[in-house]
């Protein structure tokens, strides 16, 4: 599985932003899909997921701010970033769980500044 992150950028507090993440290959074997993000000297985290059947999960710091969804059709899963703050700074990651591993994909940079 391969997996391409795109849409990051340099938005104002307040802001809006869409990341999104293209899904390749063996695209079947794929569980959940999930968002991380790491700011500068902090660990990599998970902030949402989204499994087979749509379920979601956020962690607290991003709950009511942040909607994970995905397009089976097109291999793609979103992460629709509102309401954002400085705090939200960070290299964000996309990953796809199957059962015998995790993927990554590239990380896209997400700054939040005036």
């Known amino acids: 599985v391969q997996l391409q992150a795109s849409g990051g950028g340099l938005v104002q507090p307040g802001g809006s932003l869409r990341l999104s993440c293209a899904a390749s290959?063996?695209?079947?074997?794929?569980?959940?899909m999930r968002w991380y993000r790491q700011a500068p000297g902090k660990e990599r985290d998970m902030i949402a997921q989204?499994?087979?059947?749509?379920?979601?999960f956020y962690d607290n710091s991003v709950k009511g701010r942040f909607t994970i969804s995905r397009d089976s059709a097109k291999h793609t899963t979103y992460l629709e970033m509102n309401s954002l703050k400085p705090e939200d700074t960070a290299v964000y990651y996309c990953?796809?769980?199957?059962?015998?591993?995790?993927?990554w994909g590239q990380g896209t940079q997400v700054t939040v500044s005036s």
């Open positions: 290959g063996n695209t079947v074997t794929i569980i959940y």
């Open positions: 990953a796809a769980r199957s059962r015998e591993r995790n993927y």
């Open positions: 989204i499994d087979t059947h749509g379920t979601t």
